[in-house]
């Protein structure tokens, strides 16, 4: 698997292959029932702490070891890869279907607690500070945002994007989701991410973070970045 740098303001970043050209997409799984209404689903069905899963599953040929996090993704699905251009830091992981994608990040957290309704809070205000908008809504992983943010095109012309914030506690960790294109719009598009998102392993490590603090990802073994593109 061959990787491409590119400058973070490029519209795709690092660029990986392809999981599979099998035309039949995975199944969604099963997500787990809620006690009651209103209650968030649980991680019984995904994503995982490398805790909850066994050395041979975690090492099993369809999963890509990026560090922090471990991924299967589904047929037909590219893996991306962001990059940062000084210090050469897998920032985040971007798994692109068609015209949808699912980006993820995670971060160390509390003992004690989860971090995300705090999280949520933030980033609600953030888009409203952008000129957008922020709505909470219930989905198969608790709750989530919906934002709706004006973004600027290369072209310069302004639009409307429209994404899906899910945020995943785990133990001492947050596994933050982006959901982007059609899929945040459109239902049916949907289950292909929210599978991916199910298929995620969290490797924490035992040391010490500061909480928020990033999960350090990596390139894949064997993936060598090729040289940058001429300008």
Known sequence: MIFRRKGKDDDAETTGGFFGDEEDLAEEGDAADAEDAGTPVGRSAGPFDSTEVDAET???????DLGALVITGLPGMELRLQVDEASGDVQAILLVL??????LRAFAAPKTSGIWSEVRREIASEATRMGGTASEAEGPFGTELVLVVPVEDP???IFSQTSRVIGVDGPR???????LGRAAVEPDAAPPMEQALRNVVVVRGAEPMAPRESLVLRLPAGAQPAAEEEA
């Not at 975690?58 to 890509?64: H, N, P, S, T």
């Not at 068609?98 to 980006?103: N, V, Y």
């Not at 960790?173 to 959901?179: C, D, E, G, Y």
């Open 173 to 179: 960790w947050l596994l933050r989701a982006t959901v």
């Open 98 to 103: 068609e015209d949808s994608a699912l980006e």
């Open 58 to 64: 975690l090492e099993a040929e369809d999963r890509i």
């Open 155 to 157: 072209e310069g012309q």
